[in-house]
Structures are given as structure tokens and as C-alpha cells.
């Protein structure tokens, strides 16, 4: 199994930049697809981002492509999501989650996640 433990959020004005990590614990890590998902107050839990257990391949979803980027250090067990040109709908908790399953963007298909951190993007 896998840990994790998000950091990074907080609040930000609409235009600027935030950093999230996701630290691992486990020896499984490099194995595991990690993923971003966010969830807005009543709203459903949103994929944000994926990438593969070697860091070669990312998935990111349509509403954050070309502002969002993540990649992942398997020597650190750790994930970052960057976040450039932020917008007032990006304001959600941001979770991340590993699972087996390479790119999905099924919540379902993630059995491990953190705890959440905060984003808020003011305008």
C-alpha cells in the first residue's frame, strides 16, 4: 500500500501560481499510476491530472491543459502538480490518490488517498 500526504495549497489571486505535492510512503509507489482529483463544495470530485509509475506519460484533463502540469520523482516519492494562471474555478480541495490502473480518470479506479489540501483562488 501506499501513503499519502498532500501539500501546497492555499490562496492565490486569479492569474497567479500554486505548487501542490503529494509525498509517498511505501514501497510500491513506482508502480502505482498517481493522480490529482479536485472537489468543489457541492460539486463531484473532478479529475485534475495523472501520471505513469515511470513519470513518462501524463494524462490532464481539458478544463486545466496548458496551465496545469504534474510529474512525479520516483527517487523522492513524490508528485507535483503545478498550477499556472489560476481561475476562480479552480478553487476546490485538491486530493491526490494512487491506483493500479495507468491514465484512468475514474476516482473509483484509485484505492489509496490523502487528505486533501485547500486551494482558493480569489478574483
Known amino acids: 500500500q501506499v501513503q499519502l500526504v498532500e501539500s501546497g495549497g492555499g490562496w492565490v489571486q486569479a492569474g497567479g501560481s500554486l505548487r501542490l505535492s503529494c509525498a509517498a510512503s511505501?514501497?510500491?509507489?513506482?508502480?502505482?499510476?498517481i493522480a490529482w482529483f479536485r472537489q468543489a463544495p457541492g460539486k463531484e470530485r473532478e479529475f485534475v491530472a495523472a501520471?505513469?509509475?515511470?513519470?513518462?506519460?501524463?494524462w490532464t484533463a481539458d478544463s486545466v491543459k496548458g496551465r496545469f502540469t504534474i510529474s512525479r520523482d520516483n527517487a523522492k516519492n513524490m508528485v507535483n502538480l503545478q498550477m499556472n494562471s489560476l481561475k476562480p474555478e479552480d478553487t476546490a480541495v485538491y486530493y491526490c490518490?494512487?491506483?493500479?490502473?495507468?491514465?484512468?480518470?475514474?476516482?473509483?479506479?484509485?484505492?489509496?488517498w490523502g487528505q486533501g489540501t485547500q486551494v482558493t483562488v480569489s478574483s
Open positions: 490518490a494512487a491506483g493500479p490502473r495507468a491514465g484512468s480518470r475514474r476516482s473509483n479506479d484509485y484505492n489509496q
Open positions: 511505501g514501497r510500491s509507489f513506482s508502480s502505482n499510476t
Open positions: 501520471v505513469s509509475g515511470s513519470g513518462a506519460i501524463a
